[in-house]
């Protein structure tokens, strides 16, 4: 049997086994609560392998093994940023937000925004910024699909791209959170999994352990060392790390979660996950430059690795190992962004007035709306993914780093310097990419800015009522211990 009959089989199995998950979810769901944080009722577990799935998008398994087979090893410094970042919202940020979802029962971070710097123009500012930010990446990880099914069966990438867009819309509009985070766990094991298990046969490939420090210095003298400047470098840290400090997409697996004590357990289990496929990826990208050191896009690195490398079966394994990375991303942003029409716009300023079941109704025809409407950028194939990938995610910490940190932290923060600092923070981190990115990342301007509009801002304006403050201020009673 050919490989792309193979993988055909392996992936069917893979599709079947995540339907029927988000079918039997469908079942679970009562209303939107349910759907939209799973009930608040997930375990560390379930929680950490949905975190570390959600990070781990097409960027992981396509982009940065490609950009471990250009540039060698140094790329791991973006890791350090994410684990940082997840430990900090584990064990710092996550109670304090989990007090507030109790006390308020919020279902998004735009319903964060508002009952803490007000309602109608903080909300929509977020919400709209977000949809932008996330249709960037949504395009992302449909060119990863894409890339995939074009090289495995021959077929121009579009059609992959479209096919995967198509299926996960499907599952997420049925299942929501619940089907989401059950899935995630799944999704998360055939990631690691498939990563470990391409490792020996990767460095068996490229020569075998003894002669890998030889193999990779005659590829390049800095490949197993520093290849980027550390301007690069620093990008690459701030510009992941701040984002998985702050990106809603994470941000609500802890909303989903059933208490504090859970959010510091499943922040390690994120961790543990992240380490294993981060490393193994680093491992698989170096070794094929070292087997095949002439690929036209970096970024089809592990197709062909899958392909040409591995036996069919184990192959099979690794592909659907990063269509589960990219199933297990869409889903979760679709969740963010769906719900910032719905919940967010639509029954929040729109139709207060409206009931549970309309709310759902306009909830999934927004998901379906914005799940499609990537795919035009996508066919536009703006960079390599993993690119791509970066500025979704310096838009994100760009955009509510500052309104996330100081608006939990700082009781002076307001409404003006909150929507301030929204618009500058995106603005100058989009405008730093319009002009070449000169000097720094735009993620290091854009939290700047953002940051000083906060403070500047905030501080030159009315203090914020305190029936704002005091939800998030206010005294933790015994009854909220955890």
Same mark, same amino acid.
Request: hydrophobic share 50%; with cysteine; aromatic share 14%.
């Given at each position: 049997?050919?490989?792309?009959?193979?993988?055909?089989?392996?992936?069917?199995?893979?599709?079947?086994?995540?339907?029927?998950?988000?079918?039997?979810?469908?079942?679970?769901?009562?209303?939107?609560?349910?759907?939209?944080?799973?009930?608040?009722?997930?375990?560390?577990?379930?929680?950490?392998?949905?975190?570390?799935?959600?990070?781990?998008?097409?960027?992981?398994?396509?982009?940065?093994l490609g950009i471990h087979y250009l540039t060698g090893s140094s790329f791991l410094a973006a890791t350090f940023g994410i684990w940082a970042a997840f430990l900090i919202v584990g064990f710092v940020i996550a109670p304090r937000l989990r007090?507030?979802?109790?006390?308020?029962?919020?279902?998004?971070?735009?319903?964060?925004?508002?009952?803490?710097?007000?309602?109608?123009a903080p909300r929509i500012v977020v919400s709209v910024l977000l949809i932008?930010?996330? /249709?960037?990446?949504?395009?992302?990880?449909?060119?990863? !699909? %894409? *890339? #995939?099914? @074009?090289?495995? &069966?021959? +077929?121009?990438?579009?059609?992959?791209?479209?096919?995967?867009?198509?299926?996960?819309?499907?599952?997420?509009?049925?299942?929501?959170?619940?089907?989401?985070?059950? /899935?995630?766990?799944?999704?998360?094991?055939?990631?690691? !999994? %498939? *990563? #470990?298990? @391409?490792?020996? &046969?990767? +460095?068996?490939?490229?020569g075998g352990l003894a002669n890998l420090g030889s193999s990779f210095a005659d590829v390049a003298p800095d490949f197993a060392g520093w290849h980027y400047g550390w301007a690069d470098l620093v990008g690459f840290l701030f510009g992941f790390g701040f984002a998985a400090l702050c990106a809603p997409v994470l941000l609500m697996r802890y909303y989903a979660m059933r208490d504090e004590q859970t959010c510091r357990r499943g922040a390690v289990v994120s961790v543990l996950f992240t380490m294993m496929t981060f490393g193994s990826v680093a491992i698989i990208g170096m070794c094929v430059r070292v087997i095949r050191p002439n690929l036209d896009n970096a970024d089809s690195a592990s197709s062909i690795f899958a392909m040409d490398i591995l036996p069919p079966v184990v192959g099979a394994v690794l592909l659907t190992a990063v269509l589960a990375a990219v199933l297990s991303t869409v889903d979760s942003v679709l969740l963010v962004i769906g719900p910032a029409v719905s919940h967010d716009i639509y029954a929040n300023l729109i139709r207060p007035e409206t009931d549970e079941r309309s709310r759902m109704k306009v909830n999934r025809a927004a998901t379906v709306v914005l799940g499609v409407l990537p795919i035009l950028l996508t066919f536009a194939q703006l960079s390599v993914v993993q690119f791509i990938v970066l500025a979704y995610a310096a838009l994100v910490g760009s955009t509510v780093f500052a309104p996330l940190i100081f608006g939990l932290f700082w009781r002076k923060a307001n409404r003006a310097g909150a929507v301030a600092s929204m618009i500058s923070g995106f603005s100058v981190c989009l405008f730093w990419y319009i002009i070449g990115q000169p000097v720094v990342a735009p993620v290091i301007p854009g939290i700047a800015v953002s940051v000083l509009a906060m403070l500047v801002v905030s501080v030159r304006t009315q203090r914020p009522e305190e029936g704002l403050l005091s939800v998030f201020f206010d005294p933790v009673a015994e009854s909220e211990r955890v």
């Open positions: 049997m050919s490989f792309g009959g193979v993988f055909a089989i392996a992936f069917v199995i893979f599709i079947v086994v995540i339907c029927y998950e988000g079918v039997s979810s469908a079942r679970r769901n009562k209303g939107e609560r349910d759907f939209l944080v799973a009930g608040s009722r997930m375990g560390a577990w379930i929680g950490g392998a949905s975190i570390a799935a959600t990070q781990m998008s097409a960027g992981t398994f396509v982009g940065t007090r507030y979802i109790r006390r308020r029962g919020a279902l998004t971070f735009p319903d964060f925004i508002s009952d803490r710097f007000g309602p109608k932008g930010a996330y /249709t960037v990446f949504l395009s992302a990880q449909y060119q990863a !699909g %894409g *890339v #995939i099914f @074009g090289t495995v &069966f021959g +077929i121009p990438f579009y059609w992959g791209s479209i096919a995967l867009m198509v299926l996960i819309v499907l599952y997420t509009v049925v299942g929501g959170m619940t089907a989401v985070m059950r /899935t995630d766990l799944i999704q998360q094991v055939v990631m690691v !999994g %498939g *990563v #470990i298990i @391409g490792v020996p &046969f990767a +460095i068996h490939n490229a």
